[in-house]
């Protein structure tokens, strides 16, 4: 089972344009890099020539800083075992992070006479990179694989699913959910919960039903984080990291994070260091609010894994979903009054998460403006709030344009009792 990545489209983009620069495909260990790129380049390309630079020493003198890019590629293509044709062969450079040579390498390949297309792999670029120069970065281009949101997963899972959610999404004014429907959309979304959004997990859960296999797929990716905490760190934030990881990851609540956890005599400031490496790689998220920052980790599987022993509330697990997809959507996420503030170039939203808190504080100093309010339940557009199931938070920006638009226009059509949906 393959799951589709929204990002292929993107992909595309970037093998059309005729000036493209090479570029690094970074995410989180085990979220489908390298199955991403195959696949797609499989589809785009007659020869996909895959490196895998996990032992470094074979890859030293490659990529020494001296050697011009043409003779590097005529050394791939020795290993490889034909010469590259550069408009009809992908070359995909696998654990960059593996290789610092290669890593730092790999903007030189933007000054190539032939425009080759190459995609090199990263789990931890933004640490591993944090001392090149801006040079550096104009001469490639950067792309991010985050977890599978919940539309991307039913893309596989289910064609009840998949129409349904799309039928929803792109009807011109908000509507009210069929019972039938509602229920696959929830039942669905109950299990993605379960398995998160790394490929692996969600492949045995879909498959088995088995939570207890699925823990095991995840824990697995888990232990391999932290092993990489000892890889690319030293002295004593290895296991400052692994604090921070785990309390992050298991005492948490709607990202209520308490340094307390870790220790009574804990002080944030020790740990700083360490929030900041998670954050940088991708691991955790960070929030603001009007108190404090909230932290919760990328991906809702962490939170299950490390939960697996105890009973954990199902709308806090929707509540760390759904502001996770926000925090990977939106350029600005903060929360104040209990109402989160999402902002891009072209949307500003509030909206509320499964509770009522803030709500009614909001609408008295807002009058007029449109309040999100997501939360499990069907889908209704009412005094200027839209309500709306928090599965649908991927597409939370094209559900609040259709409402805006919806009570600008005063467009409520009747519902027809020949609807199928």
């Known amino acids: 089972m393959y799951f589709k990545r929204n990002l292929s489209s993107q992909l595309s983009v970037w093998q059309r344009n005729t000036t493209k620069k090479p570029l690094i495909l970074k995410g989180i260990r085990k979220v489908g890099k390298t199955t991403l790129v195959k696949e797609w380049g499989g589809s785009k390309y007659e020869d996909v020539a895959y490196f895998d630079l996990s032992n470094c020493d074979d890859w030293v003198e490659i990529f020494h800083p001296e050697c011009e890019p043409e003779i590097v590629i005529e050394k791939l293509a020795s290993l490889w075992g034909c010469r590259f044709d550069f408009a009809s062969t992908l070359i995909v450079l696998d654990n960059l992070d593996s290789c610092p040579n ?35 970065f104009e001469n490639i281009s950067v792309k991010t694989l985050h977890p599978l949101t919940f539309k991307e997963y039913l893309e596989q899972t289910s064609q009840f699913g998949k129409a349904s959610y799309t039928h929803y999404a792109n009807r011109d004014h908000i509507k009210s ?62 296991k400052r990291l692994h604090e921070i990881w785990v309390s992050i990851s298991r005492y948490n609540t709607k990202g209520n994070f308490k340094f307390s956890n870790i220790d009574l005599n804990s002080r944030s400031r020790e740990y700083q260091d360490a929030i900041d490496w998670l954050i940088r790689v991708g691991l955790i998220h960070q929030v603001s609010t009007d108190i404090n920052d909230k932290y919760f980790p990328a991906d809702i599987g962490f939170v299950n894994t490390f939960y697996s022993d105890v009973v954990v509330a199902k709308n806090n697990t929707e509540y760390l979903y759904a502001l996770g ?54 889908s209704n557009l009412m005094n200027d709030v839209l309500q709306l199931p928090v599965f649908f938070v991927d597409d939370v920006a094209k559900f609040n344009r259709i409402a805006i638009k919806q009570l600008k226009t005063n467009y409520f059509p009747e519902k027809r009792t020949a609807d199928i949906y």
């Open 325 to 378: 997809c926000l925090c990977r959507k939106f350029s600005s996420v903060k929360i104040v009054d209990g109402i989160i503030q999402v902002e891009n170039k072209s949307n500003r939203i509030p909206i509320q998460c499964i509770t009522n808190t803030g709500v009614k504080k909001y609408k008295s100093n807002h009058t007029g403006s449109l309040l999100v309010h997501l939360r499990m339940s069907d």
């Open 102 to 136: 290669a890593l730092e390498y790999f903007s030189q390949f933007n000054s190539l006479i032939d425009n080759h297309s190459i995609i090199g792999i990263s789990s931890y670029f933004e640490f591993s990179s944090q001392n090149f120069t801006d040079n550096y």
């Open 177 to 238: 959910i069929k019972k039938k429907f509602f229920t696959i959309l929830q039942n669905k979304f109950e299990d993605f919960l379960v398995s998160g959004g790394l490929p692996e997990p969600a492949k045995v859960y879909h498959k088995t039903k088995s939570k207890s296999a699925t823990l095991k797929v995840q824990q697995n990716i888990i232990n391999s984080i932290e092993s990489d905490f000892l890889r690319f760190t030293t002295g004593v934030l290895p």
